[in-house]
């Protein structure tokens, strides 16, 4: 079986001298001017894909970053086998043109991930955003046991329901101000990017995740207009990491993978090649929680 780690370009160029999974070596299967950076597994069944420890997703990281510094990559997620050296080579076949546009889309480019945490209330102060402690202090009184939930005859069924109005306004005014915030700070990053993906209001403490395919030479200038965010939203927290292999630019090409499981029916769907969408990173480096 075949552990792959990533679609590149240059195939030319001499692979990292590092260990694959299980101290294997790495080998690149040539299909015209790409290549599969992939090793093999030593046992031939479903119960030798790789066990998801820690180790072994470094190893599986560390190994697609050292292909990022010397050729455009397409990185895998992890734990991706198929059967044999033909199963790949059918792949890079199948897909060809598909890894061929999006080897030039992320050619001398990079992924930073930034991520902008809060209390999750916001109002506008001096020409800035800030939270507002108000509108928290309202908003955790309006969880509480109150009157009106617990006396229905104390209160008029009309102010009860102009009550409910007023709190659902002022709810819609808390997120419109937020969506503006989250959109303020993406377009100050978006500018230094080539392409972006991005989520506002993800969770009621994150504002914005986002995900940025920043060109090389402008890396240290999108970190520098990070560190100048940080200082103009101080009550933000700004969480931003890479640079990264594109993960998130990549197509998920879900025909091509659907044809392909259909030729390859010695191997289940999930051994196929999948790569991530714009619509849901599995590769997250760090989550905010609630």
């Known amino acids: 079986m075949m552990y792959l780690y990533a679609i590149t370009d240059r195939p030319e160029v001499p692979l990292p001298v590092l260990p694959g999974l299980g101290e294997a070596v790495l080998l690149s299967l040539v299909y015209r001017d790409i290549a599969a950076v992939a090793s093999r597994l030593a046992a031939p069944d479903n119960a030798s894909v790789p066990p998801a420890t820690e180790s072994n997703l470094w190893r ?5 970053e050292a292909l990022m510094g010397t050729r ?3 990185p895998v997620i992890f734990g991706a086998v198929l059967a044999d050296e033909a199963a790949l080579q059918a792949i890079l076949a199948t897909r060809y043109t598909g890894f061929v546009t999006d080897l030039r889309r992320v050619s001398g480019r990079v992924e930073l991930s930034v991520q902008v945490l809060g209390d999750g209330e916001w109002q506008m102060a001096n020409g800035k955003w800030q939270t ?30 102009l009550a409910r109005l ?5 709810a819609q005014v808390r997120r419109q101000r937020a969506e503006t915030l989250a959109a303020d700070i993406h377009a100050h990053l978006d500018r230094l990017a080539d392409e972006s993906t991005q ?8 504002l914005l995740k986002a995900a940025y395919l920043v060109p090389r030479e ?73």
Not at 60 to 64: F, G, L
Not at 166 to 170: G, L, S, T, V
Not at 199 to 206: D, E, I, K, P
């Open 60 to 64: 599986h990281e560390t190994i697609v």
């Open 72 to 74: 455009a990559v397409l």
């Open 132 to 161: 507002c402690p108000e509108q928290r202090r309202m908003k955790d009184s309006e969880s509480q046991p109150s009157a009106i939930s617990h006396q229905p005859s104390a209160i008029s069924g009309h102010a009860y329901m």
């Open 166 to 170: 007023e709190a659902e306004r002022q």
């Open 199 to 206: 989520q506002s209001l993800v969770t009621s403490h994150l």
């Open 218 to 290: 402008r890396v240290t200038d999108f970190r520098q207009e990070v560190e100048s965010l940080c200082l103009a939203y101080s009550h933000l927290r700004f969480l931003c990491t890479g640079p990264w292999p594109a993960y998130s630019f990549i197509t998920n090409d879900e025909a091509a993978t659907q044809r392909l499981e259909e030729t390859l029916t010695r191997e289940p769907p999930r051994s196929i090649l999948c790569f991530l969408s714009k619509s849901g990173n599995e590769q997250e480096h760090k989550d905010a929680r609630d």
